[in-house]
């Protein structure tokens, strides 16, 4: 397992382009199997969740080659409905395979994926949307059976009791080839479901409200492959901007939609941070001394977001006052923090409320990656801490950034990956 080792207090300063959004590019191809032909998508991340989702679709019997960050697919060959354990194991969102291969096969076995570092991760929402288009669910032996084979998939109006990600394009992907309309209310508004949405309509999908709460879908006949780029990841140019400010440097981020990243510009620029935004680029210059941010509360899009919680804690660390972070998706996203209380950091936790004191400076130390961003946010502490920080399991964050300890090294910042 390899490590990160950084040396702290070195300013970051530069320019970099953002890679593609993971969460984005995976449920993209697993659309592919809908459409006939090759599809090509491009700017797909470099990282191991993507490289698990070409292994099913390889598993399935489709022909997948990757040039770069352009992965092609021919979908034409799939011969299989089943995800085994092995492959759902490697990355529990597989479960966006579900609505692919049902509306594919007529028939998905998915192995269960069960919960993940920061939750139980329940796909309750998903099962029931599954049943309201006429499947039948039944679990045996840990696997999840879905089955339309005797009357196939008919449209159907479906309300979710929670805007949940992954449930809204499971339905996405089960209601395009569905025979009838189906009408989603309470749909996640992500902008990777409006990615999503793009892409299956430039397949000759009729998709219409993807991004808003009401989604309706009018099922087609057939789907034909198309090429597609992938929007930048909202989450990853949103960590780069706060190893800026933690580090009293300054970034400018290319190729981003900055409309993406509203939702983290506000509580940066509350901390102090100076941030300009043009076309598709961000710059963000950071404050000689922190501010603290009084309430962080992570929230569906266009809220705060979830995936940046750990980040932006880490640097309300060393903010000047009291911060307070509120976790409210996911039941267990604060394993970042004693890890943090490692390195100095003053943290209390409540439940699901975290009261951040804000000290004058971090020490190096080594800590370990409790999860994907939970390891991004550990490498920020690291940028800003006086010394040597090492950050073990770090193939968490492979999962999700490209480069990551090189992008940063390009950014002036003194990092190095390490076999351990
Ligand atoms: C997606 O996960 C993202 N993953 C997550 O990013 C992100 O944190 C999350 O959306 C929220 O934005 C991918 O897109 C691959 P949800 P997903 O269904 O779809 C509850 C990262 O770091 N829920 O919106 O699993 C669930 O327990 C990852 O990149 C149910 O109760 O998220 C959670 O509390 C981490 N029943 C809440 O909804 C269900 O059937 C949000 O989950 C489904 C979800």
């Known amino acids: 397992m390899d490590k990160i080792v950084i040396n702290g207090s070195k300013r970051l300063d530069g320019e970099i382009s953002v890679q593609g959004a993971k969460n984005s590019v995976l449920p993209i191809l697993v659309a592919t199997l809908l459409a006939d032909g090759v599809s090509v998508i491009h700017n797909c991340p470099i990282i ?3 490289d698990a989702t070409i292994k099913i679709l390889r598993y399935l019997g489709c022909i997948v080659t990757r040039e770069g960050h352009t ?3 021919d979908s034409s060959g799939v011969n299989k409905n089943d995800v085994p354990d092995e492959l759902m194991r490697e990355m529990r969102s597989s479960i966006v395979f579900l609505g692919g291969i049902l509306g594919r096969m007529g028939k998905a076995i998915l192995s269960t994926p069960g919960g993940c570092e920061i939750g139980l991760r329940p796909i309750d929402l998903h099962l029931s949307s599954m049943e309201q288009f006429g499947a039948t669910v039944t679990t045996e032996n840990g696997y999840i059976v879905c089955s339309a084979e005797e009357n196939g998939l008919h449209g159907t109006r479906i309300t979710l009791s929670f805007p949940s990600v992954g449930a809204t394009e499971n339905i996405i992907l089960a209601a395009v080839l569905a025979k009838g309309t189906t009408i989603i209310t309470n749909a996640a508004r992500e902008p990777e479901i409006s990615d999503l949405a793009d892409f299956l309509n430039r397949c000759g999908a009729r998709i219409h409200g993807a991004g808003d709460s009401t989604v309706t879908i009018e099922g087609v006949s057939k789907l034909n492959s198309t090429e597609h780029t992938v929007i930048p990841d ?9 190893a800026a400010a933690m ?3 300054r970034i400018c981020l290319k190729d981003i939609i900055p409309a993406h990243i509203g939702p983290t510009i506000q509580p940066l620029r509350e901390a102090g941070c ?7 680029k961000v710059s963000l210059i950071a404050p000689p001394k922190l501010h603290r941010i009084r309430m ?15 980040q932006i ?6 903010a000047e006052g009291t911060s307070v972070i509120i976790e409210n998706i996911f039941e267990s996203r604060f394993k970042h923090i004693p890890e943090l209380v490692r390195m100095g950091a003053k943290i209390r936790i409540e439940g699901r ?8 400076r971090l020490y190096g130390a080594e800590v370990i990656s409790p999860d994907l961003r939970g390891g991004a946010a550990l490498v920020l502490a690291g940028l800003c801490a006086d010394g040597i920080t090492t950050v073990r399991n770090i193939s968490f964050i492979d999962r999700g950034y490209e480069d990551f300890e090189n992008n940063l090294s390009m950014l002036n910042a003194d990092v190095r990956r390490k076999a351990n």
């Open 313 to 318: 804690m880490a640097l309300t660390t060393i």
């Open 48 to 50: 191991s969740d993507v």
């Open 247 to 249: 580090t009293n440097g």
């Open 234 to 242: 909202r989450i990853v140019a949103s960590t780069y901007m706060i």
């Open 274 to 280: 100076d941030v300009t935004v043009n076309c598709r």
């Open 353 to 360: 409320v975290a009261v951040i004191d804000g000290v004058e």
């Open 296 to 310: 962080i509360r992570t929230m569906p899009y266009p809220g705060f977001p979830t995936d940046v919680q750990a």
């Open 71 to 73: 992965i092609t697919v």
